[in-house]
């Protein structure tokens, strides 16, 4: 069985720094790309940022300059590094991955539980 496992929320001010971490584990052949989402009540679950096996990012306009995503292949795990915070990113921010279990030859997309980053002075 696969899961991803989020860490590093919480409340921060205005200004302040957090780093999210999100780690898959299981019975995994491989993981593909690797990403962030955010949602608030009653709204869409939207894109953070993304990384590819290979490294290649994006990120949403809003958090472009602000975030950086990165991974360690090794490890399974996917960072989101987030600076200058703002009161608009408080959210419950998602991990999400394209892994690739034993017993499959194309990957499935999977969630972890989501973790809340509160932004208030």
Known sequence: ???LVESGGGLVQPG??????CA???SIISVNTMGWYRQSPG???DLVATISRGGRTAYADSVEG????????????????????ETGDTDVYYCNAEI???GLVYGVNYWGPG??????S
């Open 115 to 120: 973790t809340q980053v509160t932004v208030s």
């Open 24 to 26: 898959a584990s299981g």
């Open 1 to 3: 069985q696969v899961q």
């Open 43 to 45: 709204k869409t679950r």
């Open 100 to 102: 690739t279990p034993y």
């Open 16 to 21: 302040g720094s957090l780093r999210l971490s």
């Open 66 to 85: 602000r975030f950086t995503i990165s991974r360690d292949n090794a490890k399974n795990t996917v960072y989101l590094q987030m600076n200058s915070l």
